[in-house]
């Protein structure tokens, strides 16, 4: 081989390789994503607390007013305690408007277990059927439904709050 035809192919290769160099690769790789410097906390899974009415009691008894209670036991079916800072409730008797409330104060409800509360509701009669107020007085099963909202948060967190909707269907007596 000619020195003359030596050098033009190393320069020739020379020049392929420099230029082979300084193109973008065939295939680009991606850089490994980055971990936060910081832990990123995951929000729990609350479970729905459950509601069921032990008992419909009357607390006292007017002419045209009529106090009530309704025993309600609470199941948190969650592993942590909850905290239950506010309860809004409607009851409904025979299909109709009884009466409504709500509860601010805070309850603790502990991880897995089952807890009493007493919900207090004034109904007035004048705008009642008769036969309505009768069952009521000879202390006789009536059908009810009570719904709302419960609002729950993680004991040990100042976190977010669940909002949980409730309806409860159901007979009961009405005990004095």
């Known amino acids: 081989m000619s020195l003359s035809r030596f050098f033009t192919l190393s320069l020739f290769g020379a020049g392929l390789l420099f230029f082979a160099c300084k193109t973008a690769p065939l295939c680009e790789v991606e850089a490994a994503p980055q971990l936060p410097e910081e832990p990123v906390e995951i929000a729990p899974t609350i479970k729905e607390p459950l509601f069921v009415i032990k008992k419909v009691s009357i607390k006292q008894a ?5 106090r009530l209670v309704l025993e309600v036991s609470i199941e948190n079916p969650n592993p942590q305690p909850l905290l239950l800072t506010r309860l809004e409730y409607t009851f409904y008797g025979e299909g109709r408007y009884w009466a409504e409330n709500q509860i601010k104060n805070a309850l603790i409800l502990p991880g897995e277990s089952r807890q009493s509360l007493d919900l207090e509701l004034t109904m007035n009669f004048i705008d009642m ?48």
């Open 129 to 176: 059927k008769r036969s309505l107020l009768d069952k009521v007085i000879k202390m006789a099963q009536i059908s009810y439904r009570l719904e709302g909202k419960s609002v729950l948060r993680l004991v040990e967190s100042e976190g977010e709050d669940f909002l949980f909707p409730f309806q409860i269907d159901g007979l009961s007596p009405v005990v004095k």
């Open 62 to 66: 007017e002419l045209v007013n009529t």
